[in-house]
């Protein structure tokens, strides 16, 4: 009969399980309007319009500060040097579109911030992959004022770097709204100079158990308990 209990935490390990570990869809890739349930994009962003979920915090005298904005494909500088847009993200810019070489973004850091929730998480437990290219170059990201490690791209508007949060990061994270930091630097230049970003993130976490659940999970102990005493013992 004492085999049996393994059975009993199985179904116990099996209630806990379903409650825990769910995507954080609040995390947005840069040019993306809507994520599903499951926190992958869903609907993307118009080329021309403001990034619903990025805002452009710190930008260079003279750069132009009201987007940023879903970069126009088709035309310098996505018919050829950036990264190609797809499906999962897009690149985001100070301005809308570069028609032309003479239009460019000043030398500079450029500050693109977005905000997400991690109300009902467990903070101990907060996964956050991130992939990142960037014209010119990242001097910082950080999360919540922190700095964190990253892993630029040799090229860095034509492949992605990495980042990440690891579980065991509750040090650097709140309940509620947390947020990104991404320090970009356009370079020097007077012709065919855009600045750019692109982001995208995925992350994961236990959530913390609401009361019904909690209510379950005694019970199902409780339940296992009981038969132990009643059958086994
Ligand atoms: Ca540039």
Not at 102 to 113: F, K, L
Not at 125 to 154: E, W
Not at 221 to 230: F, H, K, M, S
Request: negative net charge; contains cysteine.
């Amino acid at each position: 009969m004492r085999m049996k209990i393994p059975w009993m935490i199985l179904a116990a390990g099996a209630v806990i399980s379903s409650v825990y570990a769910n995507p954080i869809t609040t995390l947005f890739n840069t040019g993306v309007a809507s994520n599903d349930t499951n926190g992958a994009p869903a609907t993307l962003t118009a080329d021309g319009a403001a990034d619903a979920h990025y805002t452009l915090t710190v930008a260079p005298a003279g750069a132009v500060t009201t987007g940023p904005y879903v970069t126009t494909q088709g035309t310098f500088p996505l018919n050829g040097p950036w990264l190609a847009d797809s499906s999962a993200s897009k690149w985001i810019s100070p301005q809308a579109s570069y028609p032309s070489t003479s239009v460019v973004d000043p030398e500079g850091n450029y500050t693109y911030t977005t905000s997400f929730d991690l109300t009902g998480f467990d903070l101990a437990t907060v996964i956050i992959d991130g992939k990142i290219a960037v014209d010119n170059s990242i001097s910082s990201i950080r999360l919540n004022g922190n700095s964190i490690s990253f892993s630029p791209a040799s090229t860095s508007f034509t492949n992605f770097g990495t980042f990440a949060v690891s579980a065991g990061s509750q040090s650097l994270l709140t309940t509620g709204m947390n947020t990104f930091e991404f320090n970009v630097i356009n370079a020097a230049g007077t012709a065919g100079n855009p600045g750019g970003l692109r982001v995208e993130l995925s992350g994961v976490a236990n959530t913390i158990p609401e009361p019904a659940a909690m209510s379950m999970m005694v019970m199902v102990c409780a339940a296992a308990l009981w038969i132990r005493r009643r059958f086994i013992d």
